[in-house]
T-cell receptor, first 111, second 111 residues
Framework: SQTIHQWPATLVQPVGSPLSLECTVE??????LYWYRQAAGRGLQLLFY??????ISSEVPQNLSASRPQDRQFILSSKKLLLSDSGFYLCAWSVAGSTQYFGPGTRLTVL | AQSVTQLGSHVSVSEGALVLLRCNYSSSVPPYLFWYVQYPNQGLQLLLKYTSAATLVKGINDFEAEFKKSETSFHLTKPSAHMSDAAEYFCALNAGNMLTFGGGTRLMVKP
């Protein structure tokens, strides 16, 4: 069966520091991968999606970036965090654009 | 363009009472529709999905939803609320590789 992992589960970082969040999927090949953010009191915002290795589409311009170095690995990065980057980050996968399955999330607090 | 509207950002019911969470959608193509549940500090869990088969869809934990094309609705129901149903619920519509989410409804269950 397929599983999706995210780490770390919780992260507290100072403003201006770098960020790297990792998402990996097991049990499937060539999935579509997605990064979402939930800010406090707001809904789900799609940040990036990827249909294959090295293929990244950005939905929202910001100081975040994403990379997909391997088929089942999706990384969210920032060179310098802002206070507004705080939130709950969710990774998701799907096959052929159908049902999306979500990871457990990473709670990021920027101080 | 596709959109999802969830009526009521907060719904409160008594334990044992009927749960009704409303979702209306707009789509230029036949939609695939989903309901997800999110418990605090967790990822989204798929409750059920409509993919153009039966219009009445049964999901986990006795939840069900009915697709009504004439009303462009996909409301979520459960006959008898449990305390453990307290969570946030998201309705979503599949548009190609993307999900369009509603704003979410927080369900509170009173003892």
């Amino acid at each position: 069966s397929q599983t999706i992992h995210q780490w770390p589960a919780t992260l507290v970082q100072p403003v201006g520091s770098p960020l790297s969040l990792e998402c990996t999927v097991e049990g499937t090949s060539n999935p579509n991968l997605y990064w979402y953010r939930q800010a406090a009191g707001r809904g789900l915002q799609l940040l990036f999606y990827s249909v294959g290795i090295g293929q990244i589409s950005s939905e929202v311009p910001q100081n975040l970036s994403a990379s997909r170095p391997q088929d089942r690995q999706f990384i969210l990065s920032s060179k310098k965090l802002l206070l507004s980057d705080s939130g709950f980050y969710l990774c998701a996968w799907s096959v052929a654009g159908s049902t999306q399955y979500f990871g457990p999330g990473t709670r990021l607090t920027v101080l | 363009a596709q959109s999802v509207t969830q009526l009521g950002s907060h719904v409160s019911v008594s334990e044992g009472a009927l749960v009704l969470l409303r979702c209306n959608y707009s789509s230029s193509v036949p939609p695939y529709l989903f309901w997800y549940v999110q418990y605090p500090n967790q990822g989204l869990q798929l409750l059920l999905k409509y993919t153009s088969a039966a219009t009445l869809v049964k999901g986990i934990n006795d939840f069900e939803a009915e697709f009504k094309k004439s009303e462009t609705s996909f409301h979520l129901t459960k006959p008898s609320a449990h305390m453990s149903d307290a969570a946030e619920y998201f309705c979503a519509l599949n548009a190609g590789n993307m999900l369009t989410f509603g704003g979410g409804t927080r369900l509170m269950v009173k003892p």
